[in-house]
């Protein structure tokens, strides 16, 4: 009798397709960070700095956007090839320990002298060379925690306080990162959350019961925004940039306060026209780059500053590739994201087990979602929320949690079946 690989069983290999295809984006996102934020360097500056000094070349590039970019990209690719070779059944016995860590730091930075407060909210944990923001490496822990949690025999899926255990489980992570305030990143908890109990096989009826009062919720919401005034009792508290955000997004104007001046009225109509000002640039950016747009570093838009460069290279990365690469580039972009989900699908149906199918089905939900959004809000599809583009939006923690998630893919893949 023979000794080795039983003959039904595949050799290990990696997904080279969806490899590739995280490598454009990869490339795409070091390039188009650049694009962003160099689009101010002279022609054939690269030659001035060469002749600086090693030390102070190096002094000059560290603090580069599209140099740290890089840097995450390779402590990311790392951090894959780590996930990539431990079996994830191992991964997964840390699950709770993960996920009870990052509520900890979620709970941390809404400590004030914890937590770095940029743009109005406090989402990120300042450790001096490294930005970090909790949220991000929340949702992986969750996709962990949930995989586990739901792996268990479907049975006693059927049973409404496994149900309702599952519905804790999300909502714990996702009540916190409301807090920071980040709606973005909590809204996408729920799509991967209802997906991964859904393929796990919770009865439909609860996941129909729990749409219907998320619905009803987000209706009351809107009512709330639309017809009631900020300064009432009854109000619904949102921060006040989310509130004009989605008076935005549904070409709404904020309610004047009762009695008030027809200078208050004219102040509020002017800053409803500013707070317009990044989805209209970012809707133009798109539209003027036509078939092939205007070449690389060549974008108007970012280069003159209308599609403001604090978001130029992180939430509206997507405007300057549309606008210097045009509908072809894209379509490049989306095809990309396309490849990386739909061969994340295929390795949820080859998955050795359900553990290995839950996790993969929330990996490509999560990164679906995000997709979607970004490039949604970029379109005035979707309200803007702040939601990074996984893989080109210039962010660490981003970045660093978006190859992880793919390592997950590629470590699931490997111990697929063999047969």
């Keep these: 009798m023979m000794l080795g690989t039983p003959l039904n069983e595949r050799p290990a290999r990696l997904d080279l397709l969806q490899l590739l295809a995280v490598l454009g984006l990869m490339v795409g996102g070091a390039a188009f960070v ?20 090693l030390p102070q070349f190096f002094g000059w590039l560290l603090p580069q956007m599209f140099f ?3 840097v995450w990209y390779v402590l990311g690719g790392a951090a894959a090839v780590v996930l990539a070779v431990v079996h994830y059944q191992s991964l997964v016995r840390w699950a709770l320990v993960a996920y009870w860590a990052s509520i900890l730091t979620l709970v941390a930075v809404l400590i ?8 109005g909210a406090r989402r990120w944990i300042d450790l001096g060379f490294f930005q970090f923001q909790p949220s991000e490496f929340a949702k992986l822990a969750f996709i962990l925690a949930m995989a586990h949690f739901a792996s268990r025999p479907a049975g006693e899926l059927k049973s409404p306080r496994v149900f309702w255990k599952a519905m804790g489980l999300l909502a714990l992570p996702f009540v916190l990162i409301m807090k920071e305030p980040d709606l973005g990143s909590a809204l996408v908890l729920v799509p991967t959350g209802v997906v991964m109990l859904f393929v796990a096989g919770t009865p439909r009826r609860y996941l129909l019961r729990l749409g219907g009062a998320v619905g009803l919720l987000g209706l009351l919401l809107l009512a709330d925004i ?5 300064d009432a009792w009854y109000s619904v508290k949102l921060e006040p940039y989310q509130r004009r955000r989605l ?9 004047p306060p009762a009695g008030a001046s027809p200078a208050k009225i004219l102040e509020l109509r002017k800053q409803h026209f500013d707070d317009q000002h990044n989805v209209r640039q970012a809707m133009i950016s798109v539209g003027s780059g036509g078939l092939l747009g205007k070449g690389w ?11 403001p460069r604090a978001v130029a290279h992180n939430d509206f990365i997507f405007s300057v590739i549309a606008e210097e690469k045009g509908f072809v580039g894209s379509v490049i972009v989306v095809t ?28 490509v939900t999560l990164l679906f979602s995000q997709v979607f959004i970004n490039i949604g809000m970029n379109i005035r599809m979707m309200p803007v929320t702040g939601v990074p583009l996984p893989l080109l939006s210039y962010g660490g923690s981003s970045v660093l949690c978006s190859l992880i998630a793919i390592g997950l893919l590629q470590n699931i893949h490997i111990h697929r079946k063999g047969y």
């Design 34 to 53: 650049y694009s962003a934020t160099m689009v101010h360097e002279p022609v054939g500056f690269w030659q001035q700095y060469h002749e600086l000094p």
């Design 68 to 70: 740290r970019q890089i």
């Design 112 to 119: 004030p002298f914890i937590g770095a407060t940029r743009f």
């Design 226 to 230: 639309f017809f009631a005034r900020p």
């Design 247 to 255: 008076l935005v997004y549904f070409g709404q104007e904020d309610r």
């Design 297 to 307: 570093r060549q974008g108007t838009q970012n280069a003159l500053g209308y599609l």
């Design 336 to 363: 990309l994201y396309a490849v990386v989900l739909f061969t994340g699908i295929r390795t949820a149906g080859q998955a050795r087990d359900r553990l290995g199918k839950l996790l993969a089905v929330g990996v």
